[in-house]
């Protein structure tokens, strides 16, 4: 049964910090990640999808990475601002429909 | 980006009434579309599969009966709570995949039911 753990659970830094969040996961046959943030009381936003046949995604200042035979993923926000404070979701497609989701690293970033 | 809609935003009703939750992609058709549950500072809980022209998917522990799901065309999917009780209060949000099993999930902006 797949298994998506993120860490750390908060995170606090001071605005402009580059910074690194982690998504695990247990089973490694997977179609895709996809990296989401969500802001209190609103929907999911897709930041970056990483098929299971690529390294890594980039858009702006995030890079997601992803290592398929470990089980990881990382998504790096450099540059930290204030309005990046959300909670970050990642998620993984098993396919078949099936969609696991970790619990979220709650970021707050300190202006 | 593709845009997966979602209506009403908020919404409260009496305990005993219904409503009902509009899910819309807005620029892809989508034979598939995902019904999700959201405790406070919880990560999401899916509830249900929606399938064009097909009855739902439910998920262990959801009562089809009270969460109805309807998918009647490639943009449209409705979740409609009957009979609507307190501890049906929370946050519903819909998704859709666009493409095939690789394609990137994008979701709506979230439903507040409140029910008094």
């Known amino acids: 049964k797949q298994e998506v753990t993120q860490i750390p659970a908060a995170l606090s830094v001071p605005e402009g910090e580059n910074l690194v969040l982690n998504c695990s996961f247990t089973?490694?046959?997977?179609?895709?990640l996809q990296w989401f943030r969500q802001d209190p009381g609103k929907g999911l936003t897709s930041l970056l999808l990483i098929q299971s046949s690529q390294r890594e995604q980039t858009s702006g200042r995030l890079n997601a990475s992803l290592d398929k035979s470990s089980g990881r993923s990382t998504l790096y926000i450099a540059a930290s601002q204030p309005g990046d404070s959300a909670t970050y979701l990642c998620?993984?497609?098993?396919?078949?429909?099936?969609?696991?989701f970790g619990a979220g690293t709650r970021l707050f970033v300190k202006a | 980006g593709a845009v997966v809609s979602q209506h009403p935003s908020r919404v409260i009703c009496k305990s005993g009434t219904s409503v009902k939750i509009e899910c819309r992609s807005l620029d892809f058709q989508a034979t598939t579309m995902f019904w999700y549950r959201q405790f406070p500072k919880q990560s999401l809980m899916l509830m249900a599969t929606s399938n064009e022209g097909s009855k739902a998917t439910y998920e262990q522990g959801v009562e089809k009966d009270k969460f109805l799901i309807n998918h009647a065309s490639l943009t449209l999917s409705t979740l409609t709570v009957t009979s609507a009780h307190p501890e049906d209060s929370s946050f519903y949000i819909c998704?859709?995949?666009?493409?095939?099993?690789?394609?990137?999930?994008?979701f709506g902006e979230g439903s507040r039911l409140t029910v008094l």
């Open positions: 998620a993984v497609n098993t396919g078949g429909f099936k969609t696991i």
């Open positions: 998704s859709a995949r666009r493409g095939r099993d690789t394609g990137e999930l994008f």
């Open positions: 089973d490694s046959a997977i179609y895709n």
